[in-house]
């Protein structure tokens, strides 16, 4: 079996920064690692970063110019760097995978990232 391991979220104030990271573990190679949703309280989830197979990223517009995502093939691990995180940017967030041998998805536990003063 696989699961995606995140880690790094958080509290912190406007304008700090949180380094989100997911990583398979088990059969590692079973998916790959490609994006990072969110869903804030009262919202439906949302697509924040996706980085293609050739290491292309793409952001949503509310994180565009602050957020970057990253990946290690080798490892199977996605990161997520939130740079001037904004009270808006409270929610849970999840990464997302890719199976390689179905058209299947795997999910992530969430990671609480919560910004306030």
């Known amino acids: 079996q696989v699961q995606l391991v995140e880690s790094g979220g958080g509290l912190v104030q406007p304008g700090g920064s949180l380094r989100l990271s997911c990583s398979a573990s088990?059969?590692?190679?079973?998916?790959?690692?490609r994006a990072w949703y969110r869903r804030a309280p009262g919202k439906q989830r949302e697509l924040v970063a996706h980085?293609?197979?050739?290491?292309?990223?793409m952001y949503a517009a509310a994180a565009e110019g602050r957020f970057t995502i990253s990946k290690d093939n080798a490892k199977n691990t996605v990161w997520l760097q939130m740079n001037s995180l904004k009270a808006e940017d409270t929610a849970v967030y999840y990464c997302?995978?890719?199976?390689?041998?179905?058209?299947?998805?795997?999910w992530g536990q969430g990671t609480q990232v919560t910004v306030s003063s």
């Open positions: 997302n995978a890719r199976r390689t041998d179905s058209s299947g998805e795997v």
């Open positions: 088990g059969s590692i190679f079973s998916v790959r690692v």
């Open positions: 980085i293609s197979d050739y290491g292309t990223a």
